[in-house]
């Protein structure tokens, strides 16, 4: 088969592909456990494992939606047009743009983490926005060549970084280092913004709302291994390699969250989070492996992160394309390299990202665009329920027990509630922000109707008129 832009991505991938990627979210606990640990207490385990293992529910669900529409690609958003496009097409659209706008600023956020990590490792002080540079540019690099070459790499990377991620996490509990004591009492912390009251309460309105607010943040790392949903259109059997996929990253992530958020708060107590909750894996990996061991962890926290990056360069580039495929956003997207990669989102994503770089990245950015994520883990689940009653007789290749249609709507439900405590805590200027920026997809979608294809129309209507010279 020839490849390029006229044959389209090509179905080189295997389950493989989507587990290495997927289960690379867990990079994605390094960023926020710290965090939510300090705002929650030790509950914070609770949230990470329940919050997992309902992303895992979520991602079976998906899968169904991917059965039916094989030749997708951009992830379960792409699946859901059916269940909607009755009404209008908006909310499709505005799913789609809104799952490109929850993962881009892992493109922003994590080249800089992995620049000051790298400054810790070699004793340096490079600037985090050139060495953030640099680290977009190799990504580039590894991708024009193809998601074949991408899984090789992420092969050798997932080796590095997660496995002795685990081998430390099985030292912490042999050597004794977990300690009970640091998990009680087990209790939600009383907590609102920079405040935090350890005397929480199981029965107070403002532990509530921080546990749901944790729940909201968390969700953008415990239920995004759903990227395996992403290369549909790429698995060389799109049922059994989707299905293989969400079962074997979904497992393995539920199980590794909950490990290293029990380490974490086991093992430093969530008092060691008071001065830089950003950043507590540099002190848990010296506590558990000594000064040496420490800097290697550095290293393998490193590596994780450059997966988690790559998880999200691979996933948001493939999101443009599938847009633009189906009309909905800029013409440009679906410019390929010879290999297959969407080259021209991906550098419109880098772009992004820098500017996303300028910024410290405060929490709060992560806040704003977990809104738009809401968007689209919520729609593609009130769309499974949709097409079951609308699309009975459809081809499920893989099909889930009818149980879980009411539990797809429960699940829904579940998200969207998510949205309220999210905005209380984290205030109405991230959920302007996070508004905005995912409304923005109606200007590009107007533009690409109303202009670039108006214009290909005429063209086609007036071959006479196009001047040749």
């Not at 024009?144 to 899984?151: H, L």
């Not at 847009?323 to 989102?345: I, R």
Request: hydrophobic share 50%.
């Amino acid at each position: 088969m020839s490849t390029g832009e006229k044959t389209g991505i090509l179905r080189r991938a295997t389950w493989r592909t989507g587990f290495l990627m997927g289960i690379a979210v867990c990079a994605l606990t390094l960023v926020s456990a710290g965090p939510l640990a300090q705002q929650v207490g030790p509950v914070s385990i609770l949230v990470w494992t329940t919050s997992s293992f309902v992303g895992l529910l979520q991602v079976l669900i998906y899968s169904e939606l991917a059965g039916m529409y094989q030749n997708e690609t951009g992830g379960m958003t792409m699946c859901m047009g059916d269940a909607f496009d009755k009404w209008s097409h908006w909310p499709t659209t505005i799913a789609q743009w809104a799952y490109w706008y929850a993962w881009i600023p892992v493109m922003g956020i994590m080249p800089i983490l992995m620049a000051q990590y790298l400054n810790q490792m070699i004793g340096t002080n490079f600037s985090p926005f050139i060495v953030g540079i640099v680290i977009l540019g190799v990504l580039l690099a590894i991708n024009y060549f193809g998601i074949t070459v991408s899984e090789r790499g992420q092969l050798i990377i997932s080796a590095v970084s997660l496995l002795p991620l685990v081998v430390m996490i099985v030292v912490a509990f042999a050597r004794g280092l977990v300690s009970m004591d640091n998990l009680l009492p087990f209790r939600p912390y009383g907590s609102w913004g920079s405040f935090s009251n350890p005397e929480g309460s199981w029965f107070s309105m403002m532990s509530w709302v921080g546990i749901g607010a944790a729940y909201y943040v968390a969700s953008w790392g415990s239920y995004a291994f759903e990227t395996i949903t992403v290369y549909v259109g790429e698995y060389k059997n799109p049922v059994k390699d989707t299905v293989k996929a969400a079962w074997s990253s979904g497992t393995v992530v539920t199980i590794l969250n909950t490990m290293i958020t029990l380490a974490l708060v086991g093992v430093l107590g969530v008092a060691a989070f008071a001065d830089n909750p950003d950043y507590p894996f540099l002190k848990l990996s010296e506590a558990i492996l000594g000064p040496v061991g420490g800097r290697v962890a550095l290293f393998i926290i490193f590596t994780g992160l450059f997966l988690m990056a790559n998880t999200a360069f691979n996933g948001t580039a493939r999101i443009l394309y599938g847009m633009s495929k189906e009309g909905t956003n800029l013409k440009q997207w679906m410019k390929l390299s010879p290999n297959g990669f969407p080259y021209v989102a991906a550098i419109f994503n880098i772009a992004f990202a820098i500017f996303l770089m300028t910024f410290e990245v405060p929490v709060k950015i992560i806040a704003a665009s977990n809104l738009a994520y809401m968007i689209c883990i919520f729609m593609p689940l009130f769309a499974f329920v949709i097409l079951r009653k609308k699309r009975p007789d459809h081809p499920r290749p893989f099909k889930l027990p009818n149980f879980m249609v009411p539990l797809a709507f429960v699940l829904g439900a579940f998200n969207v509630i998510l949205i309220l405590p999210g905005a209380l805590y984290y205030g109405a200027e991230v959920m302007v922000t996070g508004s905005v920026i995912t409304l923005l997809v109606i200007p590009l979608c107007l533009y690409r109707k109303k202009v670039q294809d108006k214009a290909e129309t005429v063209i086609a209507e007036n071959p006479e008129k196009i001047d040749l010279d």
